[in-house]
């Protein structure tokens, strides 16, 4: 008998090729083999003739073709069942040999591929990357695929081919079952896509027997990316941090829409010292805290800072408030009170030397009864200041006892802050307390009158509250 079927593969669009050897003996050496007949498994495990449906004179070349189209209607075999078939052959004493084993393995009915699942779309930097996964091919390798991307600017919209970039033919993109496309050209500047939009695209497979069903559109994942916004906030200083020769600012993270709907990979900083051209500080990568050193004490600087993202540089922030490199000012010297009046207190000050900014405020602060130092005022740049006694001998200072001894202090501010506390100065016998006389103790007397005339004796008052009679 003939050896078992050496194969069955799909060709030609899903027809079946059944391929065969010769018998090791054909019965006798001067004999010859003029025929075979073959048989294929119907669906219901009974063998039918199948050599009707080769092709003429393939038999004799140990091969029979058949098409999909018969087997599925002679045989009763659906997508996917393997093909199983058996073959004789007869010699020319028209002696027929015994049927061949039946194949075990080979190809089964094919079908178009099945429908493909939604496509996914990621962020690839300057591109979207829109990936697949490889569908049920149905017995037929996939041969192509179409990637189509729906064209907002085809006016009416329809869907495009970008066989640039996203070629289903190719035999890298076939094997990668992913493809990139560019977002400035094709997706905006083609397709009419703009930044924070998502794109649509949908994917189908094809085999040796056609397309398959295409996927749903998906309309969703990564959106068209660009470069950073123009941040809405401007720098703004730390103040615990920014002193002397050192500027601390900070500055808002971009995200989201606001960072062109892509990572930021770094910030530019930029400062204007005066009136002098900008500078771009040192890359400052993902830090928001930027600090400047070396500023000249007494120069004027403002900020600006901008987003980075894959794209490029994003436009810059409006500019900073003007942040003055100053140190803190000295304390005030020469403190000094006296009386403004019978009934005021002038204390005195030179001013602080300024830490190479503008003196901007003092404080004063009165010793209490109690010994606190409580803040009495806030000040102007000014050098002195006039206090009523009667303020002083009230709350919160309560200094009412006459002759008590004033005491104060003093702190001035620039740009940056205030400066350090005076040391604790007394007023001492230039200017102590004082009130008003106290009330006579002993009531007058007439010691004499006329017509005209009452002459009326009274006591001295020994306590005139710090003053003399008046």
């Given at each position: 008998?003939?050896?078992?079927?050496?194969?069955?593969?799909?060709?030609?669009?899903?027809?079946?090729?059944?391929?065969?050897?010769?018998?090791?003996?054909?019965?006798?050496?001067?004999?010859?083999?003029?025929?075979?007949?073959?048989?294929?498994?119907?669906?219901?495990?009974?063998?039918?003739?199948?050599?009707?449906?080769?092709?003429?004179?393939?038999?004799?070349?140990?091969?029979?073709?058949?098409?999909?189209?018969?087997?599925?209607?002679?045989?009763?075999?659906?997508?996917?069942?393997?093909?199983?078939?058996?073959?004789?052959?007869?010699?020319?004493?028209?002696?027929?040999?015994?049927?061949?084993?039946?194949?075990?393995?080979?190809?089964?009915?094919?079908?178009?591929?099945?429908?493909?699942?939604?496509?996914?779309?990621?962020?690839?930097?300057?591109?979207?990357?829109?990936?697949?996964?490889?569908?049920?091919?149905?017995?037929?390798?996939?041969?192509?695929?179409?990637?189509?991307?729906?064209?907002?600017?085809?006016?009416?919209?329809?869907?495009?081919?970008?066989?640039?970039?996203?070629?289903?033919?190719?035999?890298?993109?076939?094997?990668?079952?992913?493809?990139?496309?560019?977002?400035?050209?094709?997706?905006?500047?083609?397709?009419?896509?703009?930044?924070?939009?998502?794109?649509?695209?949908?994917?189908?497979?094809?085999?040796?027997?056609?397309?398959?069903?295409?996927?749903?559109?998906?309309?969703?994942?990564?959106?068209?990316?660009?470069?950073?916004?123009?941040?809405?906030?401007?720098?703004?200083?730390?103040?615990?941090?920014?002193?002397?020769?050192?500027?601390?600012?900070?500055?808002?993270?971009?995200?989201?829409?606001?960072?062109?709907?892509?990572?930021?990979?770094?910030?530019?900083?930029?400062?204007?010292?005066?009136?002098?051209?900008?500078?771009?500080?040192?890359?400052?990568?993902?830090?928001?805290?930027?600090?400047?050193?070396?500023?000249?004490?007494?120069?004027?600087?403002?900020?600006?800072?901008?987003?980075?993202?894959?794209?490029?540089?994003?436009?810059?922030?409006?500019?900073?408030?003007?942040?003055?490199?100053?140190?803190?000012?000295?304390?005030?010297?020469?403190?000094?009170?006296?009386?403004?009046?019978?009934?005021?207190?002038k204390f005195s000050w030179t001013a602080a030397t300024d830490g190479s900014g503008t003196l901007s405020a003092n404080k004063i602060y009165i010793k209490d009864i109690n010994g606190n130092y409580v803040l009495a005022d806030t000040l102007g740049a000014v050098t002195e200041k006039i206090i009523p006694m009667t303020t002083l001998a009230a709350a919160p200072y309560s200094l009412s006892t006459v002759g008590e001894t004033v005491y104060f202090k003093l702190q001035a501010s620039n740009e940056l802050e205030y400066g350090p506390l005076t040391a604790a100065t007394s007023c001492g016998g230039?200017?102590?307390?004082?009130?008003?006389?106290?009330?006579?103790?002993?009531?007058?007397?007439?010691?004499?009158?006329?017509?005209?005339?009452?002459?009326?004796?009274?006591?001295?008052?020994?306590?005139?509250?710090?003053?003399?009679?008046?």
């Amino acid at each position: 008998k003939p050896s078992a079927i050496t194969s069955i593969v799909a060709v030609n669009d899903g027809d079946i090729q059944i391929t065969w050897a010769n018998p090791t003996n054909i019965g006798g050496t001067s004999l010859t083999i003029t025929s075979y007949e073959l048989q294929v498994k119907h669906d219901n495990g009974v063998y039918a003739d199948a050599s009707s449906y080769c092709q003429e004179g393939s038999l004799t070349l140990r091969q029979c073709t058949i098409t999909k189209a018969n087997l599925v209607t002679n045989y009763v075999l659906a997508v996917g069942d393997l093909v199983i078939a058996k073959v004789r052959a007869k010699n020319s004493k028209n002696l027929w040999s015994e049927w061949s084993d039946a194949n075990t393995q080979g190809a089964r009915i094919p079908d178009v591929p099945a429908k493909m699942a939604t496509p996914v779309v990621t962020d690839a930097g300057l591109k979207l990357r829109i990936t697949w996964t490889e569908p049920n091919f149905n017995y037929a390798p996939i041969t192509a695929y179409k990637i189509s991307i729906w064209n907002n600017d085809a006016g009416p919209a329809a869907w495009a081919i970008d066989t640039t970039n996203c070629d289903g033919t190719n035999a890298q993109v076939i094997s990668n079952k992913y493809c990139e496309v560019p977002i400035a050209t094709p997706l905006i500047a083609t397709y009419g896509y703009t930044a924070g939009n998502n794109i649509k695209v949908k994917v189908e497979a094809q085999n040796g027997l056609g397309w398959g069903t295409a996927s749903d559109d998906c309309t969703t994942g990564a959106v068209i990316t660009k470069v950073p916004e123009k941040p809405a906030n401007v720098p703004t200083k730390v103040a615990a941090k920014t002193s002397g020769t050192t500027i601390v600012i900070d500055i808002t993270a971009l995200t989201g829409a606001n960072a062109g709907n892509s990572a930021i990979t770094q910030y530019n900083v930029k400062y204007v010292k005066d009136s002098d051209a900008a500078v771009l500080m040192t890359t400052q990568g993902l830090s928001t805290e930027i600090t400047l050193t070396g500023a000249t004490l007494g120069s004027s600087y403002t900020f600006t800072y901008a987003g980075v993202n894959v794209h490029g540089e994003g436009t810059y922030s409006d500019a900073s408030a003007s942040i003055k490199a100053v140190e803190l000012p000295a304390a005030p010297t020469a403190l000094s009170c006296a009386y403004d009046s019978t009934v005021n207190i002038k204390f005195s000050w030179t001013a602080a030397t300024d830490g190479s900014g503008t003196l901007s405020a003092n404080k004063i602060y009165i010793k209490d009864i109690n010994g606190n130092y409580v803040l009495a005022d806030t000040l102007g740049a000014v050098t002195e200041k006039i206090i009523p006694m009667t303020t002083l001998a009230a709350a919160p200072y309560s200094l009412s006892t006459v002759g008590e001894t004033v005491y104060f202090k003093l702190q001035a501010s620039n740009e940056l802050e205030y400066g350090p506390l005076t040391a604790a100065t007394s007023c001492g016998g230039s200017a102590t307390m004082k009130t008003v006389p106290s009330t006579p103790t002993i009531a007058p007397t007439i010691t004499s009158y006329t017509e005209t005339e009452i002459v009326v004796s009274y006591t001295a008052i020994t306590s005139t509250g710090g003053s003399a009679i008046t």
